[in-house]
C-alpha cells in the first residue's frame, strides 16, 4: 500500500511531461539539473546610514562592513564600539537595555550572555535585488485606506 | 688555576700586539679588509634569512596557530594584492632596533627548545601574554610598523568611510591614540582579556559571565 502512494505522490511531484523542466527562481531560471553560473559575489553595504526598520520589533542591521569582525566566546569586535562605556568615544548606538536584561526580565550589570552573539539577530546588508519577488508591507503602507476611501473615525 | 689562565691570556696578547714576522702591511690591511667584506656580509646574510616568512613559520608554533589566522586577514589576501609578511609587523626595520629585537627572540629560540608554546592548548593558554608582549611594543614605539606602510600623512581621508574619518581624525591626527590602540586582533584572533589587562584598556571587550 504504502509503495503504490508514494509512488503516486512522486509522479504528481514530477513534470507532467518530459518537456517540462523543472527549475527553481532562487537559482535564477536554470533547470535543476544543470550547473547554474552563480552571480558575482556582491558587496557588504558599507554607507553607515541607519536603515529604517520594517516592523517596530526588527532588530535593526547592520550599515556597515563586519568583515573580519571577531565574535566569539572570547572577545566581541561590535562591543567594542557598541557597548555602553565605549559610546562617547566611538558615537555609535548603544545597545538597548532590553541586551542587558536576563530571561527573567532583571536588568543586568552587563550584556546578557543570551544576547551576546550580535549576529543572531543584527546581520549587515548586501547590495542585491531580492531573489524572489516579495509584496511585503511595511504596517504604515497597509494600515492606509485604500485611495477613494477615507479612514474610518476612532470611536 | 687562575694564575695559568693569566698566562695564556698574556701570551696570546704578546702575539696580537707583536708586528707581523711574515705578513706585509697590504696584505694585512687589504686582507683584513675583505675578510671583514666577507664577515659583515654573511652576517647580514644570515640575519635576513630568519627575516623570512618561511623562516617563521618553519616552525609548528607558527605555521598552525598565528599564520592560520593571518591567512583571511586583509593583510594577507586583497585586492591589490600587496602583502604583509611576519617580519613586516614584528621585526624593526631600522638595524639598532632590529638587532635589539633580535636579541629578545634568542627567548623564542629557548622557548622552540623547552616546547614552551608546543601544543595548541599550551598556545591558547600563553596567548594573551604573548600578545601583550606586541602590544607594548607597538605602544612604545607609535606603532611604527604600521606606519612603516600607512602613514597618518598620506592617508585621504575623504576615501574612507565617514565613520572611519571621523575616528582617524579624532584619535589619530591628535595624537591621542596610536594604531595599536584601535586596531588590536587585526592580524590575529584575541585572546579573552580581563578587564585592565591591555595596555589601553578595552571596556567593551568584557564578556558576560567570566
Known amino acids: ?155 | 688555576m687562575i694564575r695559568r689562565g693569566v698566562d695564556l691570556l698574556r701570551r696570546y696578547w704578546r702575539v696580537v700586539r707583536r708586528p707581523s714576522a711574515y705578513y706585509s702591511l697590504g696584505f694585512l690591511t687589504v686582507g683584513g679588509f675583505v675578510a671583514g667584506v666577507i664577515f659583515w656580509g654573511g652576517f647580514n646574510t644570515a640575519l635576513e634569512l630568519t627575516n623570512r616568512e618561511p623562516f617563521c613559520i618553519g616552525c609548528h608554533e607558527m605555521r598552525d596557530n598565528v599564520y592560520v589566522e593571518l591567512q583571511p586577514t586583509i593583510h594577507f589576501s586583497n585586492r591589490s594584492g600587496v602583502r604583509a609578511k611576519c617580519p613586516d609587523c614584528h621585526v624593526p626595520h631600522n638595524w639598532t632596533d632590529k638587532i635589539a629585537r633580535k636579541m629578545q627572540a634568542s627567548k623564542e629560540v629557548w622557548g622552540k627548545i623547552f616546547g614552551t608554546v608546543s601544543t595548541r592548548e599550551k598556545f591558547e593558554a600563553a596567548r594573551l601574554e604573548l600578545a601583550q608582549h606586541e602590544w607594548a611594543r607597538l605602544k612604545a614605539n607609535d606603532s611604527l610598523e604600521c606606519r612603516n606602510c600607512h602613514t597618518s600623512v598620506a592617508m585621504d581621508f575623504t576615501k574612507q568611510t565617514r565613520r572611519a574619518a571621523q575616528i582617524h581624525e579624532r584619535f589619530l591626527i591628535s595624537g591621542e591614540k596610536t594604531c595599536i590602540d584601535c586596531h588590536k586582533g587585526i592580524a590575529h584572533r584575541l585572546p579573552y582579556i580581563p578587564a585592565g589587562e591591555s595596555p589601553s584598556d578595552t571596556p567593551g571587550q568584557a564578556v558576560p559571565g567570566r
Open chain 1, 1 to 155: 500500500m504504502t509503495p503504490i502512494i508514494l509512488a503516486l505522490l512522486l509522479a504528481a511531484t514530477l513534470p507532467a511531461s518530459a518537456g517540462d523542466v523543472l527549475t527553481d527562481p532562487m537559482r535564477g531560471n536554470v533547470p535543476i539539473l544543470d550547473e547554474a553560473t552563480p552571480p558575482a559575489m556582491p558587496a557588504q553595504e558599507n554607507k553607515d546610514v541607519r536603515r529604517v526598520r520594517s516592523h517596530p520589533m526588527q532588530p535593526p542591521n547592520i550599515p556597515h562592513k563586519i568583515d573580519g569582525y571577531q565574535l566569539d566566546k572570547d572577545v566581541n569586535r561590535c562591543l567594542y564600539c557598541h557597548s555602553r562605556t565605549r559610546i562617547e568615544e566611538t558615537r555609535a548606538i548603544p545597545l538597548s537595555v532590553t541586551h542587558y536584561m536576563d530571561r527573567d526580565g532583571n536588568v543586568r550589570g552587563d550584556v546578557s550572555p543570551r544576547r551576546y552573539f550580535c549576529t543572531q539577530c543584527h546581520v549587515p546588508q548586501d547590495e542585491v535585488k531580492p531573489l524572489v519577488d516579495n509584496r511585503f508591507q511595511d504596517f504604515e503602507t497597509a494600515s492606509r485606506p485604500p485611495a477613494g476611501k477615507t479612514a474610518p473615525k476612532s470611536r
